[in-house]
């Protein structure tokens, strides 16, 4: 099934239910310029907007398994970063926080970053500040977007692991004194019960090369983090080889009080750093 297809099979399913487009796209939460666009392939949909169709129009367990697999197969966008700053940034924290209140998991490998869910204010504004094009009125919308996205880690109906390599917590894209209160933000954050940190140590040889940030949402759909584009893979096989790559740096990372005293070993040699130079 393809793009055009699966538009025209949702249009169907719509029109047996009886339900007008407009009361459809607002149960959906999109516009109903958006679903005309899908329904006549013009826009192709996410597997996140194929359940939100189906959910509106009330198909049954089985017909959404069926439909949910298709889109799965046939859904992987690409949507440059400049297309998100365009169409704000705060925007995106926020739809970033729909999805993330009807997840149950979500696993997070950071090579480069810490992860969003886990900055600090401060740490927030010193990345989003080198982007010299970014208005302070965008900055500080999306820091406090991005902030009260942070109110997940507290649901305890939700699991969220987290897997960071040492160099993204010795790397001084942001100064000593900001690296050192996003790491004690990272040991507090990770003596929360639902939240599981952990750190993948330079010293330790791989069998794995971390190419690049990548999100997993209950193993139903995958973001990956590339330089000019945000990249949404959902086909299940595809979603596998993420999980298992995910699953193997965990392995290799240390948890628990070591993954503490490891960050405490690089906040104090920042802060040495800090007070030689």
Not at 10 to 22: I, M, T, V, Y
Not at 59 to 73: F, G, H, Q, T
Not at 196 to 223: E, K, M, S, Y
């Amino acid at each position: 099934m393809n793009r055009s297809e699966l538009g025209t099979a949702l249009r169907a399913l719509r029109n047996a239910s009886g339900k007008e487009a407009k009361a459809v796209a607002r149960s959906a939460v999109m516009s109903a310029s958006k679903l005309s666009k899908i329904e006549t392939g013009k826009l192709a949909p996410s597997a996140d907007d194929v359940d939100r169709i189906l959910t509106a129009i009330g198909v049954s367990d089985d017909v959404k398994a069926e439909y949910m697999e298709a889109a799965r197969a046939v859904a992987t966008e690409a949507t440059a970063w400049r297309l998100i700053q365009r169409a704000g940034l705060h925007k995106a924290q926020q739809r970033l926080r729909d999805v993330e209140a009807r997840m149950s998991l979500l696993r997070v490998f950071q090579p480069a970053l810490v992860p969003g869910l886990l900055q600090t204010p401060e740490y927030m504004r010193a990345i989003l500040s080198r982007h010299a094009d970014l208005s302070e009125a965008t900055v500080r919308e999306t820091i406090s977007a991005r902030l009260e996205r942070q109110q997940v880690l507290y649901d305890q109906t939700k699991t969220l692991r987290f897997v960071i390599t040492e160099p993204v917590l010795r790397w001084l894209i942001v100064p000593p004194l900001v690296m050192a209160g996003q790491l004690d933000r990272l040991v507090t954050v990770s003596r929360l019960p639902n939240v599981d940190v952990r750190v993948v140590p330079l010293g330790q040889p791989q069998t794995d090369i971390a190419n690049h940030a990548f999100v997993i949402r209950d193993d139903r759909a995958v973001t990956v983090e590339t330089v000019h584009a945000e990249v949404v893979v959902t086909d299940p096989r595809d979603v596998a080889v993420y999980v298992d790559k995910f699953e193997g740096f965990a392995r290799h990372a240390v948890e628990g009080s070591d993954m503490q005293s490891l960050l405490t070993t690089i906040r104090d040699d920042l802060l040495r750093q800090r007070e030689s130079g």
